[in-house]
Nanobody, 126 residues
Framework: QVQLVESGGGLVQAGGSLRLSCAAS????????MGWFRQAPGKEREFVAV????????SHADSVKGRFTISRDNAKNTVYLQMNSLKSEDTAVYYC???????????????????WGQGTQVTVSS
């Protein structure tokens, strides 16, 4: 199992940017596909983005495509989510997750992810 700790959330105005980070402890970070999910109040947790174990393959939800970018640095055991042009509907708790289901193409379903962080709040004011 890998332990995950998110950081970088906060309050930002609509149109602004934030970069979330997720630091992983434990061994073999490069054998995990890594994902970001989010959960808004009263809604189910939803997929945001995922990246393959070595990093060249990524996928983003349609709702964030062109605005958010997932990346990873395996030397630092860290995955990032760069969020630009933020909208009020992006307000949610953002979770980092790790999957050993497969490396590529990386999975996008919640059940495929066995390790989760505690979440970081992102609030976008309009």
């Amino acid at each position: 199992q890998v332990q995950l700790v998110e950081s970088g959330g906060g309050l930002v105005q609509a149109g602004g940017s934030l970069r979330l980070s997720c630091a992983a402890s434990g061994r073999a970070f490069s054998t995990y596909a890594m994902g970001w999910f989010r959960q808004a109040p009263g809604k189910e947790r939803e997929f945001v983005a995922v990246i393959s174990c070595a990093g060249p393959i990524s996928s983003h939800a349609d709702s964030v495509k062109g605005r958010f970018t997932i990346s990873r640095d395996n030397a630092k055991n860290t995955v990032y989510l760069q969020m630009n042009s933020l909208k009020s509907e992006d307000t949610a708790v953002y979770y980092c997750a790790a999957s050993r289901s497969r490396c590529a193409p990386p999975p996008m379903r919640l059940p495929d992810f066995g390790s989760w962080g505690q979440g970081t709040q992102v609030t976008v004011s309009s």
